[in-house]
């Protein structure tokens, strides 16, 4: 399996989970389909991002942080145009970001010499 | 004719069994072990000024035939280039008629003496997999060890694994072969405790690979024994070597290498059969980490969950 | 291929292929198996007189007629002939056999006629009696002392053997220094026995090592003579240079 679809599914798996959470949340509850919807295009997005990174670069640590940081600004790109919820957003979307950014570089293809 | 007191007659028999090195290149420097085989002194080849290993065999080639047998088979095993195998640099015939085997000296020390010095499970499973690379390209060449067991295994000084003693090999096919001695049927050739069932029988003729891979799974029980947590798995591999049937035992050393590479990666083996829950546990054993990361990550969401409804 | 002598270095040199006595003791030409009879008395006489001795509790006198009767026996009705080296070695073989004989007669209770084929041979059992007094143990099992003297005997017929050879080729001075620097009780250096005999101390260690060579031939020669395979003589020169096995 290659990095990129690592990433793309473990974003999109912990995107979902993210986005179901919101349950938990009453004054959110009606905009549940919505929320699963955008976490699971973040995630995904993020999965991409973080995956082709580690395709390219293969250093655990470094990958972990490129996903930290990903998962960190496009959690807080969510938080901005919801108006709120910050912490709640970025806190976990970094973590997402560090565990797809581990996940891509410990496993998967590594990239074959052209 | 004289009485020959203990003394003397223990004398006289080491006079007779000692090395005597005159008409080769070697300086005698001292002995360093003795065994039912034959015993392996250090010495120095005054030609290359370094040190080597000689092994002499106990007894004297008793015809010429048998003698130019012995130096045939020892040129194929000498031909056996190997990082795990003792290079052997040297055959020949001492003054009285033992042959001898020079080798490369390997400063080191024995496996038993390095698991004994308390080496960890897997240094000891990486070790046991370089041996069976070794034994598994001997048989690749048609040489069959038949004596395998940790005091002819060395642990270099680098950390190189390199077989020794390959004195009483048997060259596959050959039905005269015995690089020492003429072992027909009936006769026992090993050690003991590391033999195959059909080499205890004396089943010289019939033996193939199996009876190394059966000595090399002894070697592994060896190596488990003394530690805390050894795994169902790695009991199961060391059985599977061992089992008492030769169809029942890994076919080449390359097999059994393989699954100790898959015991050390924490990926299935074919010695043994997981149940689901064994399966899951060793998938999350390997990748602890993730789990962890992913366990946290959860644990994480509850807490927002119980923090925002405050 | 056989002779590629250049990787052993110049000395390829085999022992001589000396028949086996036990072979030829089951030969059909009376003379052979005389001469084989001989190799195999000699070899055997004094350790199974002291372990007739310690074993059976025989007095000196019966023990002289029993070793002489059995061998006499052993000759008569060829008892080798039976002789499998697959089963046991010929060590243990005779001594089974020995025992047996022992036994029956000691069941018949007859006197035994002394002699018959053997009466010719002059064996010293007056020394060997001398011996098992002085040096009797008490330690060994009666099997294991057998072994023992046999070791100790097969040594000093070989050393008795290698003395003569010296003597008829003229290299008296190498049994000698070997006598001198393997034998003795006392600490000798190369250099004194340079001194000593007048050699150079280059010319002493090659005295000694091709004396050392020699007399290992012989004991392998003597060895041979007395088993009958391969086998059993690596079995048995194992256990005779003190070998572990």
């Known amino acids: 399996m290659s990095k990129p679809l690592i990433g793309v599914i473990l974003g999109a798996v912990l995107g979902v989970i993210d986005g179901l959470t919101a349950w938990f949340t009453p004054a959110v509850r009606n905009e549940l389909f919505g929320i699963v919807i955008g976490s699971t295009i973040k995630g995904i997005i993020a999965g991409i991002a973080i995956g082709f990174f580690a395709k390219k670069f293969h250093s655990l640590p470094i990958g972990i942080l490129f996903g930290v940081l990903v998962g960190a600004f496009l959690a807080w790109l969510v938080a901005f145009m919801q108006g709120g919820y910050y912490f709640e957003i970025i806190l976990p979307g970094t973590l997402v970001g560090l565990i797809v950014g581990f996940a891509t570089q410990k496993y998967g293809t590594p990239v074959e010499a052209n | ?310 | 291929m056989e002779t590629d002598t250049d990787i052993g270095g110049p000395a390829h040199r085999f022992p001589q292929t000396n028949h086996s006595a036990i072979i030829n003791a089951r030969s059909d030409d009376s003379s052979v198996r005389r001469r084989a009879f001989d190799t195999i008395l000699a070899s055997y006489w004094k350790p199974a007189y002291k372990y007739i001795r310690l074993k059976w509790h025989a007095d000196n006198e019966d023990a002289k007629d029993l070793t002489q009767g059995f061998f006499a026996s052993a000759f008569e009705k060829n008892y080798f002939a039976t002789y499998d080296a697959r089963k046991a070695s010929f060590q243990t073989y005779l001594r089974t056999c020995l025992d047996g004989f022992v036994a029956n007669e000691r069941k018949a209770g007859q006197r035994l006629k002394r002699g018959g084929d053997i009466d010719h041979y002059q064996l010293d059992f007056a020394a060997a009696e001398h011996e098992l007094a002085a040096h009797a143990s008490s330690t060994l099992s009666p099997e294991d002392y057998f072994h023992r003297e046999w070791v100790r005997w097969m040594f000093t017929l070989a050393l008795d053997a290698f003395r003569q050879r010296c003597e008829a080729s003229g290299r008296t001075v190498h049994f000698q220094l070997f006598e001198r620097y393997d034998l003795s009780d006392d600490e000798v250096s190369y250099a004194s026995l340079a001194e000593d005999f007048g050699l150079e101390l280059a010319t002493v260690n090659n005295y000694l090592a091709a004396a050392r060579r020699d007399f290992r031939r012989i004991v392998l020669e003597k060895l041979r003579e007395i088993t009958a395979s391969d086998e059993e003589f690596r079995t048995e020169a194992r256990s005779l240079l003190g070998v572990e096995s």
């Open chain 2, 1 to 310: 004719m004289r009485w020959l007191s203990d003394d003397k007659l223990n004398r006289l028999r080491s006079v007779v069994s000692e090395a005597e090195f005159s008409a080769t290149k070697y300086t005698f420097v001292k002995e360093l072990g003795r065994g039912g085989m034959g015993a392996v002194y250090l010495a120095e080849d005054r030609e290359l000024d370094r040190l080597v290993a000689i092994k002499i065999l106990n007894t004297p080639a008793l015809t010429e035939d048998l003698g130019n047998r012995m130096i045939r088979e020892a040129q194929i095993i000498a031909g056996l280039e190997h990082p795990g195998i003792v290079p052997v640099h040297d055959v020949g015939t001492l003054a009285d008629g033992r042959i001898f085997y020079a080798m490369k000296y390997v400063r080191g020390s024995r496996l038993d003496e390095y698991a004994a010095q308390g080496a960890s499970l897997r240094d000891r499973l990486r070790k046991f997999q370089s041996v069976c690379d070794a034994v598994a390209f001997a048989h690749a060449h048609g040489v069959i060890h038949r004596d395998l067991k940790p005091q002819n295994i060395m642990i270099g000084s680098f950390g190189e694994v390199l077989v020794l003693d390959w004195g009483v090999a048997k060259i596959r096919d050959d039905p005269r072969s015995s690089a020492v001695y003429q072992t027909g049927d009936g006769t026992v050739i090993g050690t003991r405790n590391y033999m195959s069932p059909e080499q205890a029988r004396g089943e010289n003729d019939q033996l193939d690979e199996r009876a190394d891979i059966y000595s090399l799974g002894a070697v592994l029980s060896f190596l488990l024994n003394d530690q805390p947590k050894v795994s169902k798995v790695a009991n199961a591999i060391a059985a599977k070597a061992m089992a008492s049937a030769k169809e029942s035992r890994y076919t080449t050393a390359s097999e059994l290498s393989s699954d100790i590479a898959r015991l050390l990666d924490a990926e299935p083996v074919s010695a043994y059969r997981e149940n689901a829950f064994e399966r899951v546990s060793r998938w999350v054993g390997k990748n602890r980490f993730l789990v962890l990361l992913v366990l946290a990550y959860l644990l994480m969401r509850i807490f927002l969950i119980f923090t925002s409804r405050s």
